[in-house]
């Protein structure tokens, strides 16, 4: 072979090109640091204004007048009082997370006969975004404007047909008052998190179904429903903690009373003998901590199982 012919590599060996880098020996971006510098403005928001304010919280519970530490202001969380209130926020909260997913869903359901984009879904999608954080005195004037003692609706009841809603007493400033405005934002939350996992059912398995000579009810009940079933109680949950966090509304309507425990640790912190106890608004939200952790938990559960038929 003469000289300047160049030799074929050896098999198995292979070929060099002068000039281009190696793409096995090419240094790799650190996408790890950019990454995890990106959290950094993320991770500073959730230390300032969420877990420090929730430490400060449930910290000031462990202590007494002088600062000291003490167990003694959790002894709050056995008194009657305390637990009658813990139990009205659990009934309502479960009420309203129950009633605004049934609605929620049904809503959900209604928008799939609508393809994505249409003008109508897209209104009602962008109206729950809006009306899901719509809430406090706003949401407190809307209701006691309509339905109050004096609202519009409670006026044309009594004169039009005689009908007296507050027969029985003025409810619409008690527990059973805040049924309503709860569930008139835990509707269009249910409709946030609910329409995604329902639109990811697949037509294909709806025609699989058929093909095998299952019916319509027969694919919702061994198909959809189970399908469903996690994303919809994850939903659920989601509703739940919404609703047991909730203070502003609850603060504008039921003004007089602390009938729930956002309530009762406003009272704690602007009263100074509350049950004789000191810091007992630390010790109560302690108490709301250990439940929305539970629900969180649970929520996480569920979610993870319910991710997996989701697209």
Known sequence: MSEGTPTAPAVGVPARHEGRPDPARAPRPRTGLLAALGLVPFAAYVLLFLALPTALAVGTGFLDRDGGFTWHNLSALGDPV???????SLWLSA????????????VCYALLGLR???????LVEAASSVLAQFGGVTLAFAFIATIGLQG????????????????????IYDVPGLI??????QVPLMVITFLPALAGLQRQWYEAALTLGDTRAGFWRHVGLPVLAPSFLASLLLLFANAFSSFAT?????SQGAQIVPLQIRAAL?????????????????????????VMWLYSLVQRRAARWQP
């Open 270 to 294: 602007v009263s100074e003998t509350v049950l004789g106890r000191q810091n007992l608004a630390g010790a109560l939200a302690l108490g709301m901590v250990v439940v929305m952790a539970v």
């Open 116 to 122: 994505s984009g249409h003008p109508a879904r897209t």
């Open 250 to 254: 609850a603060a504008a309507l039921a």
């Open 152 to 171: 519009m609706v409670t006026v044309w009841l009594r004169d039009s047909f005689g009908l007296d809603i507050f027969a029985s007493g003025a409810w």
């Open 180 to 185: 309503a405005p709860y569930v008139y934002f």
């Open 82 to 88: 305390i637990l009658r209130t813990f139990g009205a």
């Open 95 to 106: 009420l309203t997370a129950l009633i605004g997913a049934v609605l929620g869903a049904a």
